[in-house]
């Protein structure tokens, strides 16, 4: 079986990532140059990290909806969900029923475990539309 195109990118990428700029972007690793950041970032279709006031906001957003969405995870693995669901966003944008049923797949709960329901998994994608991927 073949890796997928993106793997092999990311490969190839990590691998030439000592010949660019010493430049670094916020999520990028210590020392990794922002133009291999970029590449994987186009590669894969995860939009950036938000900026601070951006994920304070996408957080509270979520809170606003269900204060269990958020819990008590880590916020950058709950920015990281809906980074993810960008990627879907990015892949499937008129289809809001599949983009529902992927919401309830990556924003569960123990109190949740299938997500949390369709009415609010609708609020989910839609705070991860307007914070961290109004572009797609």
Request: charged share 20%; net charge neutral; with cysteine.
């Amino acid at each position: 079986m073949r890796p997928p195109i993106a793997l092999m990118a990311l490969v190839a990428l990590t691998a030439l990532s000592g010949c660019g700029s010493d430049t670094t972007a916020e999520d990028a690793p210590s020392g990794a140059p922002s133009v291999v950041v970029a590449s994987i970032a186009s590669v894969t279709g995860l939009p950036p990290m938000p900026d601070e006031s951006t994920q304070t906001k996408y957080i509270e957003a979520l809170k606003a909806i269900d204060p269990e969405i958020v819990g008590d995870q880590d916020e950058t693995a709950i920015v990281n969900h809906g980074r993810d669901q960008c990627v879907s966003v990015r892949d499937w944008p008129k289809e809001q029923a599949k983009l529902i049923g992927l919401t309830a797949k990556r924003f569960k709960a123990p109190g949740h475990p299938d997500g949390f329901g369709n009415t609010k998994n609708k609020q989910i994608l839609a705070a991860v539309r307007k914070y961290l991927c109004p572009s797609y």
